[in-house]
């Protein structure tokens, strides 16, 4: 998705508590507070809409729908194109990294092409609203507290732009990214461990031979000094992977914690790329694997 309109984008944000009115996040991008309501009942009308037109009433309403509560907005200006690519790209980027390292609960339901605060004032005619992350979420993932601060927001600014740049440049980053920010919102929780897991193998295993040793030893060998630690690693990744194993032939074993824990160490090896800025190339990890260097 490159693109919703022309202009400047406004990506609403849910589930997220700003500790102060507005945050700089460099290159023109703003993170501030606002407040509108994003809300979807289901109607059924009877019969046909004319050409051009409603369809006539009587209407009747079904139960269901969805609602959020939009209470804050990052501002993507349009200039940032010209460095970054997609608007919409650098907003899911931000998203992403608020998720990873903040809190995993922010969503971001709709864009506009106004600010909501404006929304009000705005004519129907000059209005763009797109609905983004509207589903329900069945692996909701979440931190206690989890307040965006000046911290919160330096650790976010310090990193989107070479997040963004993995994102673009590498298809296994990428892959993993979308895994981990997806997850939640997979209703079959099997679908989302083979989905966590089909990324950690794209990062740690360019053959498909020996797959679960080699993904779990690669693993261990990144994240882990060479010793005792690694080798406990190691097995215990080993002992994830059989979970996904199970889910990958249609019979689960896992439990939710199992679930977590792949969410957790999928989390770890991100944020270890990111303070590394590259994605680990097969020489580095074999050196890992077999040369005791990090």
Not at 49 to 54: L, M, R, S, V
Not at 247 to 264: D, Q, V
Request: net charge negative.
């Amino acid at each position: 998705m490159s693109t919703l309109f022309g202009g400047n984008v406004y990506a609403g944000l849910a589930g997220i508590d700003l500790v102060n009115d507005s945050f700089d996040l460099g290159s023109g991008i703003l993170l501030r507070k606002v407040y509108a309501h994003l809300f979807s009942p289901f109607m059924m009308a009877f019969e046909p809409a004319p050409t051009g037109k409603h369809h006539p009433g009587p209407w009747k309403s079904a139960s269901g729908g969805f609602s959020f509560d939009v209470n804050a907005e990052l501002f993507i200006p349009e200039n940032i194109e010209t460095e970054f690519g997609s608007k919409i790209g650098v907003a899911r980027t931000l998203v992403f990294l608020f998720r990873l390292g903040v809190n995993p609960a922010i969503t971001l339901p709709v864009f506009s092409n106004h600010s909501f605060d404006t929304l009000a004032e705005i004519p129907d005619s000059d209005a763009r609203l797109f609905p983004y992350e509207v589903q329900n979420r069945h692996f909701p993932l979440g931190v206690a507290g989890g307040k965006v601060d000046d911290g919160a927001v330096q650790w976010v600014s310090e990193r989107w732009s070479k997040t963004h740049g993995l994102i673009e440049n590498s298809p296994e980053f990428a892959l993993a990214a979308q895994a981990i920010d997806s997850g939640q919102f997979v209703e079959n929780h099997a679908l989302t461990l083979v989905s966590l897991w089909g990324a950690l193998e794209a990062l740690f295993s360019p053959s498909t031979s020996e797959l679960k040793f080699r993904v779990s030893a690669l693993i261990a060998s990144f994240l882990e000094e060479a010793g005792e630690n690694r080798a406990q690693r190691q097995k215990a990744v080993a002992s994830l992977y059989d979970k996904r194993s199970a889910a990958a032939h249609g019979k689960p074993k896992h439990k939710p914690e199992h679930l977590l824990e792949t969410f957790n160490l999928l989390r770890e090896v991100l944020f270890r790329i990111i303070e590394r800025g590259s994605v680990p190339k097969k020489e580095e990890l074999e050196g890992m694997l077999f040369g005791g260097h990090k």
